[in-house]
């Protein structure tokens, strides 16, 4: 896990939890700059979980989201991992008014990304990079000016 050690990769019972979850996801996404706007963090896991829950609840099972329309869900889990990672070494926000969260350290990203995918099968794995692949347009920022 990427400098934190109140939060486990792996719960008690040897089950993935959200962390992981949201950890081997960044690994997945293309480039180091994204968005730190928590809201769209949320949506996108939202979506994510809507559409891939009943075939992966080991992945997905563990966010919960309070949805309140016209707003955007939220959920204390993914605002809970936003906090974490841009507290830790890896990564952090540069510039709040943008809401850049950029990737300070890669290696580290990369590290946890495999010690988590030690864990992962092989459809598991597809599964979160086909779920990165369709959030990568929501959360990573291509140019950072």
Known sequence: MIDNESQGDEEDDGELNYFSMLEYLL????????????AIWCESVWKLQNRYEDDYPELLGGFFFTERPPIAPTSKEVSDFLV???????????????????????EEIKEAHDRIGQKLTPAQKDAL?????EVSEALVIVDKR
Do not use: C, H, Q, Y
């Open 27 to 38: 690994g997945e996404l293309p480039g180091t700059s994204f968005t730190a706007d928590s």
């Open 84 to 106: 974490w990672i841009t507290t830790g070494r890896a990564a952090g926000v540069w510039n709040p008014e943008f809401g850049l969260l950029e990737v300070r350290n890669p």
């Open 129 to 133: 990079r086909k779920m990165a692949a």
